[in-house]
């Protein structure tokens, strides 16, 4: 972990910082969502809250009443992200596809009028067929900010054939209380089809909010199933 | 000449907390159910203190 220095503040407050002013944006709350605007000026560990919120950062320019043109200053802390944090040769996949998120993502929600966006890098989807339930589920939660209206739609068409298999993640997670991943594969379910409806989704989301809704990515992860996909209370 | 080393050091240092945060490790299952736990303490005392079976006498009137 890098060092702080004294009295700087911690990546995981600024993450979290992020992640709260992206929460009340998806509930419609406030001013119109500037991304620039939920991050300190000149931060530098902003790119870094960027790239760990991936896609997520840019949710509520999905939102379909967007009522305000994106700014400037937006798509410059969003490039400086992608040229400063780009997955190495070495990174997880979880890493790799964070990353192809956020591109996807300011393709779809964040048009450059100036110069175009990079190209989604390829990334390999082999795990979704041969992890075991346990380890999908908990990789699945690591990627829930894909989990937006049209974004990842190859990882989705993937994904629905394991339904049953994240479900069950879901509830290893609920019953681990790791909420933050009971949360993050709560959301992917919530774009699925075909979910168990013995499942209780609905109320599952609920309740993991209620728990472990303190933590600002789990209360993220929880308005954008509800928010985007009608699921959850 | 002197040349800042430390600012190649700190992005490589932030690199690797941001790859940390994308993909931590699970957390181990250890984990107690405190209201399963409450459960079974409550039965097991029920039983302790439930009343004996009755039992047919011995003595016929």
Sequence with gaps: ?233 | MVTDRTAPIETAALSAEVEGLLSPAEPDGVYRDTRECGGGLLLLGLLLISPPAPRPKSGVR
């Design chain 1, 1 to 233: 972990m890098a060092e702080q220095t004294q009295g700087a503040v911690p990546l995981s407050a600024v993450i979290a910082d992020a992640a709260t002013g992206v929460a009340l944006a998806l509930q419609g709350g406030g001013d119109p969502y500037a991304l620039s605007r939920i991050l300190r000026q000149g931060d530098p560990l902003a790119p870094a809250a960027v790239r760990v919120l991936g896609a997520d950062a840019l949710a509520p320019y999905a939102l379909e009443h967007r009522a305000v043109p994106v700014g400037a200053d937006d798509e410059a802390v969003v490039r400086q992200t992608l040229a400063a944090f780009p997955p190495g040769a070495d990174a997880s996949d979880v890493s790799a596809w964070s990353y192809r998120g956020l591109v996807e993502a300011t393709h779809a929600y964040l048009p450059s009028h100036a110069r175009p966006w990079p190209r989604p890098p390829e990334t390999g989807a082999e795990w979704t067929a041969a992890d075991p339930w346990p380890r999908l589920a908990h990789r699945v939660s690591q990627l829930a900010a894909l989990a937006l209206p049209g974004l990842a739609a190859d990882l989705e068409e993937q994904l629905t054939s394991r339904t049953d298999d994240l479900a069950r993640g879901f509830v290893r997670a609920v019953r681990r209380r790791d909420w933050l991943q009971a949360a993050g594969v709560g959301r992917w379910l919530a774009r699925l089809p075909d979910v168990p409806p013995t499942l209780g989704l609905d109320a599952g989301l609920a309740f993991v909010r209620q728990m472990g809704g303190g933590d600002p990515r789990v209360a993220l992860h929880v308005v954008a199933a509800q928010r985007f996909f009608g699921r959850g209370w």
